[in-house]
T-cell receptor
Framework: EPEVTQTPSHQVTQMGQEVILRCVPISNHLYFYWYRQILGQKVEFLVSFYNNEISEKSEIFDDQFSVERPDGSNFTLKIRSTKLEDSAMYFC???????????FGDGTRLSIL | KNQVEQSPQSLIILEGKNCTLQCNYTVSPFSNLRWYKQDTGRGPVSLTIMTFSENTKSNGRYTATLDADTKQSSLHITASQLSDSASYICVVSDRTGGSYIPTFGRGTSLIVHP
């Protein structure tokens, strides 16, 4: 049984549209992360989220991005106005009690047309 | 700037053979180093995690080493199996304040042939 479930598995969106990617950690944890992986490139850190607040974010995570844990269970990544270069795999991960990324979901493939 | 370099970029071996993957890093302040296995189309799965004081850690047929002085790590796979075919990613985290910031390597693509 996966530790982290991501939906949808594949999202196709027109450029300029908003997209919301979802992550459901099965058990209660405080630390969560979002990463992206552009095809053929390495995984890149986007943001870490601790106790319902952003704790760290990379330079990639600009004003177009936001994260929320709206209902205490789901963990979402929103991209407000998508660009072609946002096409990538987006991975959610939950962290250990010490705050280290441990269990990754299988990702959402985002395709911007 | 923190960097993680992995070699080789890709590797092809025969089933049953051993192999060693390399990771060099320049991450400061160092917190921990993880090796992940990423199957095609799946998320990374953690194999080992090592802190500054650990030199070797094993997980079944996987053995990771860490030399914190030279900032090098290796992942040794023993008696390879077809299911070992995957990308192996080295991730080094620094700890700035209370948060861990991971830096990912590009990974080594391993193909195991029967």
């Amino acid at each position: 049984e996966p530790e982290v479930t991501q939906t949808p598995s594949h999202q196709v969106t027109q450029m300029g549209q908003e997209v919301i990617l979802r992550c459901v950690p099965i058990s209660n944890h405080l630390y969560f992360y979002w990463y992206r992986q552009i095809l053929g490139q390495k995984v890149e850190f986007l943001v870490s989220f601790y106790n319902n607040e952003i704790s760290e974010k990379s330079e990639i995570f600009d004003d177009q991005f936001s994260v929320e844990r709206p209902d205490g269970s789901n963990f979402t990544l929103k991209i407000r106005s998508t660009k072609l270069e946002d096409s990538a795999m987006y991975f959610c991960a939950r962290g250990t009690p010490g705050g280290q990324p441990q269990h990754f979901g299988d990702g959402t493939r985002l395709s911007i047309l | 700037k923190n960097q993680v370099e992995q070699s080789p970029q890709s590797l092809i071996i025969l089933e049953g053979k051993n192999c060693t993957l390399q990771c060099n890093y320049t991450v400061s302040p160092f917190s921990n180093l993880r090796w992940y296995k990423q199957d095609t189309g799946r998320g990374p799965v953690s194999l080992t995690i090592m802190t500054f004081s650990e030199n070797t850690k094993s997980n079944g047929r996987y053995t990771a080493t860490l030399d914190a002085d030279t900032k090098q790590s290796s992942l040794h796979i023993t008696a390879s199996q077809l299911s070992d075919s995957a990308s192996y990613i080295c991730v080094v985290s620094d700890r700035t304040g209370g948060s861990y910031i991971p830096t990912f390597g590009r990974g080594t693509s391993l193909i195991v042939h029967p």
